[in-house]
């Protein structure tokens, strides 16, 4: 099957429908030119760079895990000083507060 070849695009030459034309027809060279003085063209240049902040990336305000009065911590201690404990957690309510008072009876 033979094609034919490529004829370049001109945009000038496509048909427009009814209301492409009406668009066309309403453009016209008649609106001023704006020219920008320095000083407008900066305080445009501020006003984008204020709202195309970076919104996404980042930390963000108030995000993570919130600080404790408390620090976790790791012990290894043997079966007869785990029962003891274990009592001692019974007493106190819980593990880590009978942990904490044992230490601080140590003192």
Same mark, same amino acid.
């Given at each position: ?12 030459? &496509? ?17 001023? =030119? =704006? ?7 900066? %305080?445009? *240049? %501020?006003? #984008?760079?204020?709202?195309? #902040?970076?919104?996404? @990336?980042?930390?963000?305000?108030? #995000? @993570? ?5 408390? =620090? ?14 274990? *009592?001692?957690? #019974? ?7 009978? &942990? ?8």
């Amino acid at each position: 099957m033979r094609t034919q070849p490529l004829t370049p695009y001109d945009p000038l030459k &496509v048909k427009l429908s009814a209301y492409e034309q009406s668009i066309e027809d309403g453009i016209d060279g008649s609106a001023p =030119v =704006v020219h920008a003085t320095p000083e407008l063209m900066e %305080q445009v *240049l %501020q006003a #984008a760079q204020r709202s195309l #902040a970076k919104l996404r @990336g980042g930390k963000r305000a108030g #995000a @993570g895990r919130k600080p404790r009065d408390y =620090v976790k911590t790791t012990v290894l201690i043997a079966p007869d000083v785990r029962q003891k404990l274990t *009592l001692l957690a #019974a007493r106190h309510g819980s593990l880590s507060r009978a &942990v904490e008072e044992a230490v601080r009876a140590a003192k």
